[in-house]
C-alpha cells in the first residue's frame, strides 16, 4: 500500500517593519537618546510651478528657504535643496499615496524602509550631537525648525531641531548602529 501524501501548511513570511535598532534608549545626565517608532518617508524632488499642488496634497506647505521645515498634523516636510524635501509622517498616513493623486511634474520615492530616526533630548543634546557634527547648533545658528543635511562622525544625517533642547536625527538604517553607538559615547562624555 502507498503511503498517503501528508500537507503541512506553511506559515507566510513576516512583513513587520523594525528599526535595526529597535527600542534601544540611552538616559545620561542632561541628554536621552531614544529610537523612535517606524513612520512613513518620502524624498520628494519638485520644480517650483509644482510645489503649490504639492503642498496641497501633502496638506502642508513645503518650505522653501534653506535650513527649514514646515510641520502639521503628525506630518513634517524638511526642505534638503532648491527642489529636495523629506517628508516624514509619523500619523500613519502615506505621504507616497497622497503625491500619487496629483498630475504636477514631481518624482516622490518611498524611502521608509530605508530610514531610522533617533531623538536626542535634555540640555546636552546639541553637546552630544556636536561630538561629531561640525555644524554650529547654537539657537541662533539653528533654531527651533531649522533642518539639514550633514554628517555625524562619518556618516550622512538629516537633523531636525524639534525644541530649544531636543533634535531628531534621521540616518540611513544600515548606518543606524554606529550612529546609536556614536551617539551614546557622546552623552556619556557630555555627562562626564
Known amino acids: 500500500?502507498?503511503?498517503?501524501?501528508?500537507?503541512?501548511?506553511?506559515?507566510?513570511?513576516?512583513?513587520?517593519?523594525?528599526?535595526?535598532?529597535?527600542?534601544?534608549?540611552?538616559?545620561?545626565t542632561g541628554v536621552t537618546l531614544v529610537v523612535l517608532p517606524p513612520a512613513e518617508r518620502i524624498s520628494l524632488r519638485a520644480p517650483d510651478a509644482s510645489i503649490a499642488a504639492l503642498s496641497k496634497a501633502l496638506g502642508i506647505a513645503l518650505p522653501l528657504r534653506p535650513k527649514t521645515s514646515a510641520a502639521k498634523a503628525g506630518r513634517?516636510?524638511?526642505?534638503?535643496?532648491?527642489?529636495?524635501?523629506?517628508?516624514?509622517?509619523?500619523?500613519?498616513?502615506?505621504?507616497l499615496a497622497d503625491c500619487a493623486k496629483i498630475s504636477a511634474l514631481h518624482s516622490a520615492v518611498g524611502i521608509s524602509h530605508r530610514n531610522v530616526?533617533?531623538?536626542?533630548?535634555?540640555?546636552?543634546?546639541?553637546?552630544?550631537?556636536?561630538?561629531?557634527?561640525?555644524?554650529?547648533?547654537?539657537?541662533?545658528?539653528?533654531?527651533?525648525?531649522?533642518?539639514?543635511?550633514?554628517?555625524?562622525?562619518?556618516?550622512?544625517?538629516?537633523?531636525?531641531?524639534?525644541?530649544?533642547?531636543a533634535f531628531r536625527v534621521e540616518c540611513w538604517r544600515s548606518f543606524s548602529d554606529y550612529v546609536f553607538t556614536f551617539l551614546s559615547e557622546a552623552a556619556r562624555d557630555a555627562a562626564a
Open 117 to 165: 530616526a533617533v531623538s536626542v533630548t535634555g540640555p546636552a543634546a546639541a553637546t552630544t550631537i556636536n561630538a561629531g557634527c561640525p555644524q554650529d547648533l547654537s539657537l541662533d545658528a539653528f533654531p527651533i525648525g531649522a533642518a539639514s543635511r550633514t554628517i555625524l562622525g562619518k556618516v550622512e544625517i538629516v537633523l531636525l531641531r524639534t525644541a530649544a533642547d
Open 1 to 28: 500500500m502507498a503511503k498517503a501524501a501528508v500537507k503541512t501548511a506553511v506559515a507566510g513570511p513576516s512583513v513587520e517593519r523594525r528599526p535595526a535598532v529597535a527600542g534601544q534608549s540611552l538616559s545620561a
Open 76 to 95: 513634517t516636510a524638511l526642505w534638503l535643496g532648491p527642489d529636495e524635501w523629506l517628508v516624514i509622517d509619523e500619523s500613519g498616513k502615506d505621504p
